[in-house]
């Protein structure tokens, strides 16, 4: 079975700050696993995955993640918060290579203040 | 980008009636699509996947007699949510992967659909 943790719903940022965004899973077998984003009254997009490629996977908007087996993390960090980035933010994970299934996490609030 | 459109994007509607939400890829086809739930403050629950064709596939715990899933054509599927109660008040999402090939590895979300039931 897999699962998602991700610790802290709700995060603070100040703008021009580093955003680190924590994600834990749990996976029988090698996962794939994706970072989404949601903004008010919109759908998800996706930001970035890893899919048993480079550990480091570099997204949208400045975004990246480290996938590290050892520690079963797939933490999103970005180097300077902006404003626009104030969302929730969803870490998920799928067992298969259909791209079905997601698990997702119970979202992080990400507010950025001036 | 993929558009993926939900409608309507909110509905309220007495107990013990039924409320249909479509879900369309506008540009893309989509051979599969999932329906999802969210309770305010929690995650996505995966609730059935549907293939263009065939019978939805439902999640443990998730009534398909309470929730009928058609996906008749590669850009529709609908929700039904049938004698509806307050419980199934909830955030319904939809999300579709592209089957021409283009981005067939990717989940596109739709805006969701806002449900209360009174």
């Known amino acids: 079975a897999q699962s998602v943790t991700q610790l802290g719903s709700h995060v603070s940022v100040s703008e021009g700050a580093l955003v680190l965004l924590r994600c834990n899973y749990s996976?029988?077998?090698?996962?794939?696993l994706f970072w989404y984003v949601q903004y008010p009254n919109q759908g998800l997009q996706l930001l970035l995955k890893y899919t048993s490629a480079a550990t480091l996977v570099k997204g949208i908007n400045g975004f990246e993640a480290e996938f590290k087996k050892s520690e079963t993390s797939f933490h999103l960090t970005k180097p300077s918060a902006h404003m626009s980035d104030a969302a929730e933010y969803f870490c998920a994970v799928s067992e298969s290579d259909s791209w079905g299934k997601l698990q997702f996490g119970a979202g992080t609030q990400v507010v950025v203040t001036p | 980008g993929a558009v993926v459109s939900q409608h309507p994007s909110w509905v309220i509607c007495k107990s013990g009636t039924s409320v249909k939400i479509e879900c369309r890829s506008l540009d893309f086809q989509a051979t599969t699509m999932f329906w999802y739930r969210q309770f305010p403050k929690q995650s996505l629950m995966l609730m059935a996947t549907?293939?263009?064709?065939?019978?939805?596939?439902?999640e443990q715990g998730v009534e398909k007699d309470k929730f009928l899933i058609n996906h008749a054509s590669l850009t529709l599927s609908t929700l039904t949510v049938t004698s509806a109660h307050p419980e199934d008040s909830s955030f319904y999402i939809c999300?579709?992967?592209?089957?021409?090939?283009?981005?067939?590895?990717?989940?596109?979300f739709g805006p969701g659909t806002r449900l209360t039931v009174l």
């Open positions: 549907s293939n263009e064709g065939s019978k939805a596939t439902y």
């Open positions: 999300s579709a992967r592209d089957s021409r090939g283009r981005s067939t590895d990717t989940q596109y």
């Open positions: 996976s029988s077998v090698p996962p794939y």
